[in-house]
């Protein structure tokens, strides 16, 4: 427990010191003018109260992933807490905050643009349909779970279709509609929800106390075939939106778009990330205390999900009442993130369309085909989309990293605080798809009989890393040398 309260200190001391740092390296102006105030639609430019763009944002990344991806990724032992603090503090609280202030500078661009703007036109086409399949893929997978949790929750004849059906015309309703007629008016109320469970499940992991596990116990990989499952890089691709997520880069300008100052984007894209390293952290320590260790996780893992764990955890530890709320918070999680994914392509695709988003039959023209394109997705198998999506999303970090240190290199800023990020999550994806089942080792296996190999994959992840800080050297001599007066 005295590590776990170590953790939780150091995690609200990282949003104090090193976000008020990063903001202060990016330059907030409180006396800039925001988006908000100079094109107003009363659909997508609307402006909010900060609380309310918190809550959005918050909601808007809090998906599956700091609770589902804590819960599973914890098997990877006491790395599991290390990564979600300083991952969430250096790496994706800092991806957060600056994606989200370019996209204010750039009056709401969403990430392609920004993208685009920072490493030209070819690269931005790339990321428009990269990030646009991504969204819809993230709208696809943020139906299963959350169906299969009301479905515990209601009568039998409520079955798990009919709250697919239920959460998909949600969803549709979400991206049509102006902002602040209903994800401004529902995610207040959950957001309650979510920060009651995330408190609640807290609050009694002090009653357990003496089972919560400390870090410098046990240090070691406790997947029951820790060879196919080594830490690196598997880890850092398990526990991604715990951690840091390129997901959260796509949502971020969703809510440049309704900030009335900068002085309040620290709070809104830091201060999101870091409480969403708070909820991870939660029920990582709440899932194994809950289960009596690494071993009962194990079993219960391979016995049930992760949907089941929260179902009873919070039930046992918050009573009937207390646990509906909390499995409310949970399900309102990945809906709040499905919702906005999807929004997020209908403003991805007008965007580089140049289609205006004030009228709803524009809207509705770009959102159809996509609607379309995610139910047909959604038939695919869900733990093949899941797997890919935790890839994607860690390669369109890396995307807005590299953007970001392009940015401040080209400010003259220290673009130190992104470039070392940048170099690691490189080296993750690259070493990832490469060594995991779904990788291309698997695809040399099939082909042609032999498989690449940890080691194999770890050098060609180093490698792709080398190149890139290479060609980022290369492009900080070019701009030196191009900027001496003549």
């Known amino acids: 427990m005295i590590s776990f309260v170590i953790a939780l200190a150091i995690l609200i001391i990282g ?25 107003a639609d009363g659909v997508d430019y609307v402006a909010l109260p900060t609380w309310k763009i918190f809550l959005i944002q918050f909601l808007n990344i809090a998906g599956l992933g700091p609770i589902f991806g804590a819960i599973m990724g914890v098997m990877y032992g006491p790395a599991a807490f290390l990564w979600i603090v300083f991952g969430t503090i250096f790496a994706g609280a800092v991806h957060d905050y600056l ?32 990030a646009l399949l991504l969204m819809i893929l ?13 479905a515990m929750l209601t009568p039998q004849s409520l079955d798990r279709l009919f709250w697919i059906v239920v959460i998909f015309v949600y969803y549709m309703a979400a ?5 602040d007629k209903l994800i401004g008016k529902l995610y207040p109320l959950f957001g309650v929800a979510l920060l009651f469970m995330a408190l609640g499940i807290m609050a009694m992991l002090f009653v357990h106390s003496d089972a919560v596990p400390e870090i410098w116990h046990q240090f070691y990989n406790h997947k029951a075939d820790p060879e196919a499952n080594p830490i690196f890089p598997m880890m850092f691709v398990s526990i991604a939106c715990g951690a840091i997520s390129g997901f959260h880069a796509t949502q971020s300008p969703m809510m440049a778009r309704c900030l009335k100052n900068e002085k309040h984007a620290r709070p809104v894209f830091y201060g999101a990330m870091v409480a969403e390293g708070i909820v991870a952290l939660i029920w990582a320590a709440a899932a194994i205390t809950f289960t009596g260790g690494y071993d009962g996780l194990q079993d219960f893992l391979g016995n049930g999900s992760p949907a089941l764990l929260v179902d009873q955890l919070s039930r046992s530890w918050l009573g009937t ?16 993130s499905g919702d906005t994914a999807l929004r997020s392509a209908r403003l991805i695709a007008a965007d580089f369309m140049g289609i205006k988003q004030r009228k709803i039959a524009k809207r509705l023209a770009v959102s159809l085909p996509i609607f379309g394109l995610c139910f047909l997705i959604m038939l695919l198998p869900y733990d093949a989309l899941w797997r890919y999506f935790a890839w994607c999303n860690q390669v369109l970090s890396v995307f807005t990293l590299w ?12 673009y130190i605080i992104t470039l070392i990020p940048a170099l690691f999550m490189t080296c993750v994806t690259v070493t990832y798809i490469f060594f995991a089942p779904e990788g291309f080792g698997a695809l040399t296996d099939k082909l042609w009989g032999f498989k690449i190999g940890h080691e194999v994959s770890l050098c060609i992840g180093l490698l792709a890393a080398a190149v890139m800080l290479l060609l980022f050297a290369r492009f900080l001599r070019l701009r030196k040398s191009t900027l001496k007066p003549a």
């Open 403 to 414: 953007t970001i240190t392009v940015y401040l290199a080209k400010e003259a800023k220290p």
């Open 99 to 130: 994606s989200g202030m370019l996209s204010l500078r750039e009056n709401g661009a969403s990430l392609p643009e920004i993208v685009g703007n920072q490493l030209g036109s070819k690269v931005k086409n790339v990321m428009r349909v990269f």
């Open 138 to 150: 993230v709208g696809a997978v943020f139906v299963y779970n959350p169906a299969d949790l009301l």
């Open 321 to 336: 009442l207390g646990g509906i709320l909390a499995i409310l918070g949970v399900i309102a999680a990945p809906i709040t």
């Open 175 to 179: 991206t049509l509609l102006p902002v």
């Open 15 to 39: 949003y104090f010191t090193y976000g008020k740092f990063v903001s202060n390296v990016f330059g907030a102006d409180p006396k800039r003018t925001t988006p908000v105030h100079t094109m």
